[in-house]
């Protein structure tokens, strides 16, 4: 049986990959450049936003805004300009030669540069009632939600810096946070550690893992398992912060930009790559910030890279 005709490459000025805050604002600037942009936003398109309920520190917003309902402005924003998107993954990238090339599924793509805005995937339990419960008490940034939780009490899962940092910023807002750590001792740095032990409204929960999340509509509490005796309690909570680290989405690129010891993309000069005419933007290559406002402003910042690259170009 002979394989189906893969069809003819489209050449394009420039490719975007992804379609949260990054993309999308990368989209809107590259189509009001006439570059015309193809905007590749995947099948889980808009990235870690769609997973948020209301959003209150995007500017422009004094009212505030659903997640998913910011993401349909910026995408709407980007097409009224001319941008063109496609609601499929990209299966492939070839950035060894010039033009481009980037497959999605049988469709085959040219282009004279690219702007990766892949984004990063937090890292979760792996419970059902997790998912669910995701933007209903679940959260993955304490930045973005600790404001709603004011003078409750919550629950953080993680040991690193990143944890206690979440923990320590919490505590602006509410009554109590329980760090949950599956060991009796920290990943943390040793400062970040002594700030978390000394802040009265931190305390530590050990040696335990949460086996559920409890609640129907929202979060009640969760379920703690103590790996060493295995004893298991149902622990009161009105949200519980999941801060396990990030995976960057970035396989589709490993072996041909250079990435960082953790798989982030690295960029130089603003969203410059180690390849010219490809431009970064978004969680992609920040693990440091990891909103949608700096998303979005690296978004801005990638397009007009990737202009001034198409100009140099025409000489």
């Known amino acids: 049986m002979s394989r189906p005709r893969r069809q003819p ?22 189509a009001r ?11 889980q398109a808009g990235g870690q936003l769609m997973l948020t309920t ?29 941008a063109r998107l496609i609601t499929k993954d990209v299966t492939r990238v070839n950035l060894s030669k010039r ?5 999605v599924g049988k469709e085959s793509y040219e282009t004279e540069s690219v702007i990766l805005s892949t ?11 997790e998912k669910r419960l995701m933007g209903k008490g679940v959260t993955t940034c304490a930045t973005c939600d600790g404001a709603f939780f004011r003078g409750m009490e919550v629950a953080m899962v993680g040991g690193g810096d990143s944890a206690l940092e979440e923990a320590i910023f919490l505590t602006r807002f509410v009554k109590k946070v329980s760090v949950i750590h599956r060991r ?18 931190i305390s530590f929960v050990w040696n335990s893992i949460i086996e559920d999340v409890l609640g129907d509509k929202e979060v009640t509490g969760i379920r703690l398992k103590n790996v060493k ?29 250079d990435l960082d010891k953790n798989g982030y993309i690295l960029t130089h000069e603003g969203s410059s790559t180690n390849i010219p005419g490809v431009f970064a933007c978004g969680d992609v290559q920040d693990h440091t910030y990891r909103q949608a406002i700096t998303a979005a402003g690296s978004g801005c910042m990638a397009a007009l890279d990737c202009e001034r690259y198409l100009q140099s170009l025409e000489g």
């Not at 009161?236 to 396990?244: D, N």
């Open 9 to 30: 490459p489209m050449a394009e000025k420039v490719i975007i990959i992804g379609s949260g805050p990054a993309g999308l604002t990368a989209g809107l600037y590259t």
């Open 33 to 43: 450049a006439d570059l015309k942009p193809l905007l590749l936003e995947g099948y």
């Open 54 to 82: 209301e959003v209150e520190n995007f500017p422009g917003y004094p009212e505030g805004r659903m997640g998913p309902d910011l993401i349909a402005d910026i995408r709407q924003q980007a097409k009224r300009f001319g």
């Open 99 to 103: 033009p481009f090339q980037i497959e």
């Open 119 to 129: 984004g990063a995937s937090a890292r979760l339990l792996g419970l059902e009632n």
């Open 184 to 201: 009796d001792q920290l990943r943390a740095s040793k400062i970040m550690q002594e700030r978390a032990k000394k802040n009265e409204k």
């Open 229 to 257: 005796t295995g004893h298991v309690q149902n622990f009161s909570c009105s949200g519980l912060f999941v801060a396990i680290g990030h995976t960057p989405n970035t396989t589709l690129f490993k072996g041909q930009i």
